[in-house]
């Protein structure tokens, strides 16, 4: 059986699987890790309510810039892109490519 980290989703949170005061659909069960702290935030509003710098977007190097909310499992870009867990099948937001540019570096 494999052993499984949970990681802290930071952020001004609704429930424990992602959703905060600002994004708190079904989908929205993300987090993303700032690059800058290394922690990761239900979304870059609460991680710059928050941190004391603003949200630094993950270079393509990062192998794991994403958290699934619902199975806590850590997600390539690759894998998040998909629009789905590759774990779970939890469906995320489609609408969070409006924001691929704050999460994601070119």
Do not use: W
Not at 14 to 41: E, F, M, N, P, W
Not at 67 to 80: A, H, I, M
Request: a positive charge; hydrophobic letters at 35%.
């Amino acid at each position: 059986m494999e052993a499984m980290l949970m990681i802290k989703i930071y952020g001004a949170l609704t429930d424990q699987a992602g959703r905060c005061r600002h994004y708190h659909s079904q989908l929205d069960i993300v987090a993303l890790k700032c690059a800058a702290c290394q922690k990761y935030y239900a979304c870059y509003r609460c991680h710059d309510e928050i941190a004391t710098h603003h949200f630094v977007a993950s270079s393509s190097s990062e192998p794991y810039p994403v958290l699934c909310g619902n199975c806590f499992r850590l997600l390539s870009k690759k894998q998040y892109l998909l629009g789905y867990c590759p774990y779970c099948q939890a469906a995320f937001n489609p609408n969070c490519h409006f924001h691929h540019q704050i999460y994601f570096k070119a």
